[in-house]
């Protein structure tokens, strides 16, 4: 697996191929510029990653590039909780999904929907 890294200013993305490679599937097939990345307060730990199709480019997001044609937006009140994140797309059982590796992530709760962080 290999991981690519984007730095916008002061936070730091990256994405493995594996997540690379499902989010141009994703973004081809629903015509969008690119995927948006934020966490909005939910769940019963604190906050929850929210993963969009960007179908415009939203203004005040940061941009990361990867493979030269995949952009990822990362909202900005969200920057902060972000920096370091590691965005994969794996398999477990039958359900694939976009898993997020964070490392300002403190803890998650027990289905893994939401997680905190000390901020």
Request: overall charge negative; hydrophobic content about 35%.
């Given at each position: ?18 997540a ?7 973004i081809a ?46 909202e ?44």
């Amino acid at each position: 697996m290999s991981v690519q890294t984007y730095t916008p200013g002061d936070i730091a993305v990256t994405m493995t191929s594996a997540a690379i490679k499902q989010a141009r599937k994703e973004i081809a097939r629903e015509g969008a510029q690119g995927l948006r990345l934020s966490v909005k307060p939910s769940g019963c730990s604190g906050f929850m990653y929210v993963l969009d199709y960007a179908k415009a480019v939203p203004e005040n997001d940061s941009q990361a590039l990867f493979d030269n044609d995949i952009t990822l937006f990362i909202e900005g009140g969200s920057s902060a909780i972000l920096n370091g994140t590691e965005i994969d797309y794996v398999t477990e059982g039958v359900n694939s999904f976009f898993k997020f590796r964070n490392p300002n992530a403190t803890g998650e709760c027990g289905c893994g929907e939401s997680f905190t962080v000390n901020q």
